[in-house]
């Protein structure tokens, strides 16, 4: 029985099935969630802005938006009645799967459960998996929850709505 899950979130729509699910494996069990955000600062670095742009306005700004997706998952699990609490990482340099794995261990999870986008082909080699990383490093089982075709669609869709594109 599952008493201690870890669930990486990023906001997205894949990671908030993968918190769905967590909570209801939670719930069944009387499980508590710890929710990990882990903020990797150099996806956004082109090497181009100056230091001081990078540090006074890009890092503050992912720290706020990765603890803005922390509190709003916490409030829903504890609204589903599970109790969760939260870390923010900022482990600057570190991949995300590896992250997620320190924090397995560290917290001493039973269970890790993590929403994946189930690409395949170019587009895994392209964009790499987190979720994959994670499978072969863990030190517990691991839950992948797929997200559906409709998800992946929407989640699409608000990406490029945010940056522009059309």
Partial sequence: MYQRILV??????????????AIKLAKLMGASLRLIHAADALTFSTGFEPYGVYHDQVIPQMRATGHRILKKAEARAEGEGVKADSVLREDLGTQVSDTVIAQAKEWKADLIVIGTHGRRGIGRWLMGS???????????????VRASDQDLKAELSFATAEVGVS
């Fill in 8 to 21: 990486p979130i990023d906001g997205s729509i894949t990671s908030n099935r993968g918190l769905d699910e």
């Fill in 130 to 144: 987190d979720a994959e990383q994670i499978v072969r490093k863990a030190p517990v089982p691991v839950l992948l």
